[in-house]
């Protein structure tokens, strides 16, 4: 799988498999007669599996909640998505904003019963920081130096200060267990049967089919009234909703906004499409390097940005996304601290006839009278667009994109390719264009370093390098002036935005449902944000049976 945080896939089961395994799983037979369990069960059904249990191999958001729920981090965020303490119970920085010391909280033990120290702590991080694997490492560049006076203090230092140290998710792992593996094999070992402090247990996974996680009686923050959590994956979005509607599962993630719109009648449902941490975009390849195979005309920003001009995007949300998401335009998206918004004569909003001009003003005319433009030497603006087959919206998006290009003069070749080969193809720097999609974080820095010069071979799938933003990436991260950080954030915004590396076509909604019904306590998060995938536990931990 591609190193990325949160990239969206899509996985496939059989339905019937599904329905077979959750009526196996739930229910138990007595005499030929099914009984109804005492076991607290909740069932959500998802069509994106974790790819990995290990923290260094997994890089989708499926993966992050499942670490969530296994693992405990430092600092962990409330409803608000505020950091608040979690395994350490308070901090402190030294005046010169270069020492943190984190207390750990007294009592805390492993699944296994052995108890967490500040060794834990230290391992995890350091093994994190060597091997730069995962979606954690990142979140622990500029540390220099850990120590551990006791065991339940850690000690660390930075070599400047570090603006997002407690937006530190990083799930902690128990040396004892980790310390078995060699080094080298950290991108194989699958961590079958993981091990941590969090609210549940490793119970079984079964790759394609589910994976279920026991409450941890010895919580620190007191045992889940979810007895057993288990998430199934559906190849069918109608075989997953009329599972919540039967009762079967009791929450839903991502499916079709025609069902969301069925749902939304139901008493005993709240079914949402509410605002996730991401966008869909449009990459081009922007690789500046003999090894490119991508078509040197896209290095060209004025063709890129003129592009953008020809792409009516609210049209594109509307047909091929159901209205579900709002216009994009830089990295990180709206209603967050650290989003910068284009206005005015900066805003590269939809006018083809702009976008005929821009072409002009750059030198690409149609020369021949078929409707294609070129360059001065004769180069046809045609180019590779690569679309996943697998994912209905994105081709029709993808065919949209083509026809409101053809209108101004660029001719589209569409290319449907499986997740695998658009990853191989990525990595060859072997594409021109190609429709994907982030997650994103609470801190800014993690989405912003998938565009960073080191990221190319690694996160970057477009290959854009620009040594001033390298710089501002850098140098943003150790500002713990809040404001002033943003400042430079939206900086490095506004060098993406005209240098146009994505046009990003839409930023997301989460498409979820549980039942209320059955169970009580739901919350969005944060206000009018979605019940999972939201960087919390807050559900997991706070919901209860409605019968008891």
């Known amino acids: 799988m591609k190193k990325e945080k949160g990239r969206k896939g899509t996985f496939f089961v059989s339905a019937m498999v599904i329905l077979t395994l959750v009526t196996v799983l739930f229910t138990f037979t007595s005499g030929g007669r099914q009984e109804k369990s005492s076991t607290a069960f909740l069932r959500v059904g998802w069509g994106v599996e974790t790819d990995s249990l290990s923290p260094f191999i997994s890089y989708t958001q499926a993966g992050a909640e499942v670490f969530n729920l296994l693992y405990d981090p430092l600092v962990a965020f409330d409803e608000n998505l505020e950091p608040k303490p979690h395994l350490a119970e308070s901090w402190d920085l030294s005046d010169d904003q270069l020492t943190w010391t984190f207390k750990l909280r007294e009592g805390v033990t492993w699944h296994d019963g052995e108890e967490l120290t500040s060794e834990d702590v230290k391992y995890t991080y350091e093994l994190m920081m060597e091997s730069e694997l995962g979606l954690y490492a990142d979140f622990l560049r500029g540390i220099s130096d850990i120590q551990c006076p006791n065991p339940l203090t850690v000690v660390i230092n930075t070599e400047r200060p570090k603006a997002n140290m407690l937006m530190n998710t990083a799930p902690i792992l128990p040396k004892h267990i980790w310390e078995t593996v060699a080094f080298e094999e950290l991108e194989t070992w699958e961590n079958s049967s993981p091990v941590g402090t969090g609210p549940f247990t490793f119970a079984e996974r079964k790759e394609g089919e589910f994976l279920r996680l026991t409450a941890n009686p010895d919580y620190f923050l007191g045992k889940p009234a979810i007895d057993e959590l288990v998430f199934v994956l559906y190849a069918n979005n109608d075989t997953m909703v009329q599972a919540l509607k039967t009762g079967e599962l009791q929450g839903a993630i991502n499916f079709n906004v025609n069902q969301l719109r069925a749902l939304s009648s139901e008493s005993n449902i709240s079914a949402i499409s509410a605002a996730a941490n991401g966008f869909t975009e449009i990459s081009i390849n922007s690789m500046e390097d003999e090894a490119s195979l991508g078509n040197p005309l896209l290095l060209d920003t004025a063709l890129r940005r003129a592009m953008e001009y020809a792409i009516d995007k609210q049209k594109i949300i509307d047909v091929a996304y159901a209205g579900q998401g709002i216009a994009g335009t830089t990295i990180v998206p709206p209603d967050d601290f650290w989003h910068y918004a284009p206005k005015g004569a900066e805003l590269r909003a939809y006018n083809p006839t702009k976008a005929a001009q821009e072409l002009e003003k750059a030198g690409y005319t149609d020369r021949d009278g078929d409707g294609i433009r070129e360059d001065a030497d004769g180069n046809k603006l045609s180019f590779n667009f690569m679309l996943r087959s697998d994912n209905t919206d994105e081709v029709k998006a993808g065919q949209m994109v083509s026809a409101m290009l053809k209108d101004v003069g660029i001719e589209i070749d569409i290319e449907t390719v499986d997740d695998g080969v658009l990853i191989d193809r990525i990595y060859a720097y072997d594409f021109d264009m190609f429709i994907w999609g982030w997650g994103t974080d609470v801190d800014p820095t993690?989405?912003?370093?998938?565009?960073?010069?080191?990221?190319?071979?690694?996160?970057?799938?477009?290959?854009?390098?620009?040594?001033?933003?390298?710089?501002?990436?850098?140098?943003?991260?150790?500002?713990?002036?809040?404001?002033?950080?943003?400042?430079?954030?939206?900086?490095?915004?506004?060098?993406?935005?005209?240098?146009?590396?994505?046009?990003?076509?839409?930023?997301?909604?989460?498409?979820?449902?549980?039942?209320?019904?059955?169970?009580?306590?739901?919350?969005q998060i944060p206000e009018d944000g979605p019940y999972f995938f939201n960087l919390t536990t807050y559900n997991y931990l706070n919901v209860r049976p409605a019968d008891r």
Do not use: F
């Open 446 to 523: 993690t989405i912003l370093r998938v565009m960073s010069t080191d990221q190319i071979d690694n996160l970057s799938d477009c290959n854009y390098s620009n040594p001033e933003y390298d710089r501002l990436l850098e140098e943003q991260a150790t500002l713990m002036d809040k404001a002033e950080r943003q400042k430079m954030v939206w900086e490095m915004q506004k060098i993406l935005y005209r240098d146009a590396p994505y046009i990003i076509l839409s930023y997301d909604n989460s498409i979820q449902a549980v039942r209320t019904d059955q169970w009580t306590g739901w919350k």
